[in-house]
């Protein structure tokens, strides 16, 4: 494959990938990473921005700015699981950030808020729900949103929440399929050093799930540690 990027005055970058595919092959229902390894992409696909193993074996945003996200897991058989993460910030943009986890992840499309678009890289990212923790010009919250065709930037449910930068957190998150035809989405967050607490600090329907998860950062410079994913 031939990348062929353009800037705006005009200069040119030509860059070939060789891709290597092999076929019938599945992400397992259950999935853990207890220390990252050297090679990132032997753990899970970097998709967008830059990130570096750390001395700890943890993993860190390199450098700051839009969606910075890696993925991992399966597209076709990830339906219902349950994903605990280890997660530390670092470094918050003051005007808006949010860091956090998307489940029922598809890919890129070249729809964007219901706009099909010509331009590549392909921008859409649609997914049922991204849970999450931020500020959207305004208070600290922990959030479960959504953007589909339906509900575009759309918000399930939130709630107010003050979380310190340099401070290792857990975020858990739950994903089963409703009777309804969609997903139920769970959500809780509390410090690495406390106990875990017995209820969810959100819930919420949503439209139905079925994809990887991202692990993400917006605006932010997150570390992430240990990942764990149990298929339910």
Same mark, same amino acid.
């Given at each position: 494959m031939v990348i062929t990027a353009?800037?705006?005055? /005009? =200069?040119?970058?030509?860059?070939?990938?060789?891709?290597?595919y092999v076929a019938g092959q599945t992400w397992p229902?259950?999935?853990?990473?207890?220390t990252w390894p050297i090679n990132l992409q032997s753990a899970g696909q970097i998709v967008d /921005? =830059?990130?570096?193993?750390?001395?700890?074996?943890?993993?860190?945003?390199?450098?700051?700015?839009?969606d910075r996200v890696i993925d991992i897991g399966d597209r076709g058989t990830w339906k219902n699981y349950l994903v605990t993460a280890e997660l530390t910030m670092n470094w918050l943009d003051p005007w808006a950030y949010q860091v956090g986890i998307v489940v029922g992840w598809q890919g890129h499309t070249a729809v964007q808020y219901g706009q099909t678009l010509s331009i590549q890289p392909r921008i859409g990212h649609p997914f049922p729900a991204f849970l999450s923790w931020g500020?959207?010009?305004g208070p600290q919250e922990l959030y479960i949103w959504t953007n589909t065709a339906t509900v575009v930037e759309g918000q399930l449910a939130k709630k107010a929440r003050i979380l310190q930068t340099g401070v290792k957190y857990i975020f858990k998150c739950r994903v089963q399929q409703n009777t309804s035809g969609g997903s139920l989405f769970s959500f809780k967050v509390w410090p690495a050093s406390s106990t875990e607490p017995a209820a969810w600090d959100l819930q919420a329907n949503g439209e139905l799930s079925q994809g990887s998860i991202l692990l993400g950062a917006y605006r932010a410079d997150v570390t992430f540690g240990q990942i764990t994913i149990t298929g339910l």
């Open positions: 353009t800037d705006t005055q /005009g =200069l040119t970058t030509i860059h070939g990938v060789a891709v290597n229902s259950s999935y853990s990473i207890t /921005g =830059l990130w570096q193993r750390q001395p700890d074996g943890t993993v860190r945003t390199v450098q700051q700015g839009y500020n959207v010009l």
